[in-house]
């Protein structure tokens, strides 16, 4: 990399997956959860995080400004509101994350000929006007500003020029170059990024100008791209947790950062990040969002460091890196098996998630050693991914209207699976209901829906196994829809559930995707039980 194209060995992490990752289909986070994972992006190092759209809707407005307020410290990452080039968005945006200690206002335009014409219904001479009185606008209100010009990839590089060095005439201080519909190949967006810096007025090597991408994953390129520009003079980098986002998603976190990370003599840089808050970061962000992590996902796939043939293994076995280019710790997997058995206490299990980076209160530990002990009950050992099970599943976020206190199954071969659950109401009375149903999971919601009486749309329903042997501990995730057939909300709500029992696991997952859904959509209509009441099987 020639040192006349780069102004900082720094590439700052740009994170928007409360924003553009929350635009996944499935993927509505709550306020609450919202606020949980910007607190998480805040220990991981990201520089800047996007919280959302604070004009979309009154609750992206309340958690934009609660994350502005609660991780927008001094000691924190920049706070940034999207909006688009619109003076009502613009103001609603500032009003959002003002109380941060460091705001950014972003704001973007479609500048191709596709989105002009039949999107924006502009001309590029107004599509040029409408960026100078908005970035205005923008920078008259707050210091820091990133513009966008969206489908840069598909728009004359020319006309860019022009669009981008009016947004810096009028305050711009971030110039993100989104590749919004993942069009692009490497090659071809480097040399776009490239021929911008160069010949853009007041935002050349040395300005103060830091150019951005944004790059998305249509054609698998996203990762690929964001380098690509990176090596171009880019010094931010837009991504998402996993990757998630529209259609095939975003450029991943993680890939990037560790692209860098390990192979930094090619590249010469670094981030901020803290990359043994990677894997756990990850996790959360999928549970909360319903949106489980392929088994091959670079990086934070089960299988990412998993080797089954026996040329790997036995070159593995003898020298690591023979077949791992990174170690599983570096990105905050535990090589440990034994960690904490039956007999452990209190403090040394509150030591160990310690040493595994969670800040965890008296509540939360009383929450999670209660689990510990069912699992060190049912397994031998109880391993870190064991205890990153159950800090996510304690640490769901959300108001427990409906708890789960017990679940009985009967099911094989002869007979009708039946399920039995003792489940306990907002007001402490509790219920007692049994149904049957196709199988012992079937059975087991069909007898919480009898005492919830939440109606709703099973999704998507996915288990898998988080750690070994046959007394494992499982993990379901499960997505709903509130109404009686799919096309009656667009929202849909996830939840997640651990046990070394699946069954009970899946209960879990549904009946926290029941309070997730409560959380969001209100108490009104929820039943009250008088003492305890037992539903008949079948009703």
């Known amino acids: 990399m020639s040192n006349d194209t780069v102004s900082s060995d720094v590439v700052h992490i740009f994170d928007t997956t409360l924003r553009d990752g929350e635009q996944s289909p499935g993927a509505t986070l709550t306020s609450a959860e919202k606020l949980e994972i910007a607190r998480q992006l805040k220990l991981l190092g990201v520089d800047i995080i996007e919280a959302g759209f604070p004009a979309a809707s009154p609750d992206d407005f309340e958690a934009v400004k609660r994350i502005a307020h609660d991780v927008g410290t001094p000691d924190g990452p920049v706070i940034c509101g999207l909006a688009r080039a619109v003076e009502s968005d613009i103001r ?99 040399a776009l990024i490239a021929k911008l810096i160069r010949e853009t007025p007041g935002a050349g090597v040395g300005s103060g100008v830091v150019w951005s991408v944004h790059c998305h994953n249509d054609l698998g390129l996203a990762t690929a791209n964001s380098l690509a520009g990176v090596v171009a003079g880019a010094r931010q980098v837009e991504v998402t947790i996993n990757g998630i986002g529209e259609r095939a998603g975003n450029t991943s976190l993680e890939e990037v950062v560790m692209a860098l990370h390990t192979r930094s003599s090619m590249f010469n840089l670094h981030t901020n990040i803290d990359t043994k808050q990677i894997t756990r970061t990850s996790r959360m962000v999928s549970n909360y969002t319903g949106i489980p992590i392929q088994p091959n996902k670079a990086i934070v796939g089960a299988n990412a460091f998993a080797h089954e043939a026996g040329i790997h293994q036995d070159g593995v076995l003898k020298e690591k890196s023979t077949y791992e280019i990174m170690t599983p710790q570096s990105v905050g997997l535990s090589a440990s098996q034994l960690v904490l058995g039956k007999h452990s206490g209190r403090h040394a299990l509150k030591v160990r998630l310690q040493e595994l980076g969670y800040d965890i209160d008296d509540q939360t530990l009383k929450r999670v050693f209660a689990g510990f002990k069912e699992v060190a009950d049912a397994k031998k050992t109880v391993t870190d991914a064991d205890l990153q099970a159950l800090m996510n599943d304690a640490a769901q976020g959300i108001q427990e209207y409906f708890k789960l206190l017990d679940l009985q199954v009967a099911c094989g071969t002869m007979g009708l699976p039946t399920a039995t659950v003792k489940v306990e109401h907002p007001d402490g009375t509790i219920s007692v209901a049994a149904c049957v149903g196709t199988g012992p999971v079937d059975a087991s919601y069909q007898a919480i829906d009898s005492v919830v009486h939440m109606p709703n749309v099973l999704l998507e329903y996915s288990v898998h196994s988080i750690t070994e042997g046959i007394n494992a501990l499982g993990e379901v ?26 069954v009970v696991a899946s209960a879990k997952a549904y009946v926290a995707a029941l309070n997730r859904m409560i959380t969001a959509l209100g108490t009104e209509g929820i039943p009250a039980e008088g003492a305890i009441a037992t539903v008949g099987v079948g009703d």
């Open 92 to 190: 609603t945006c500032w009003e959002s994350i003002k109380v941060a200690a460091k705001p950014r206002i972003h704001t973007f335009l479609g500048t191709s000929d596709i989105h002009l014409e039949h999107q924006m219904r502009l001309t590029r001479a107004e599509a040029i006007e409408r960026v100078r009185e908005m970035v205005s606008l923008a920078s008259s209100l707050c210091d820091d500003v990133e513009f966008s010009p969206m489908d840069a990839g598909r728009s004359d590089p020319d006309f860019l020029v022009n669009i981008l060095a009016i947004a810096v005439e009028c305050g711009a201080t971030t110039l993100n170059i989104p590749d919004t519909v993942g069009y692009v190949m490497p090659d071809e967006y480097a």
């Open 477 to 502: 995730t499960v997505r709903i829809t509130p109404g009686a057939t799919i096309e009656e909300s667009p929202l849909t709500f996830g939840g997640y559930g651990a046990d070394t029992d699946i």
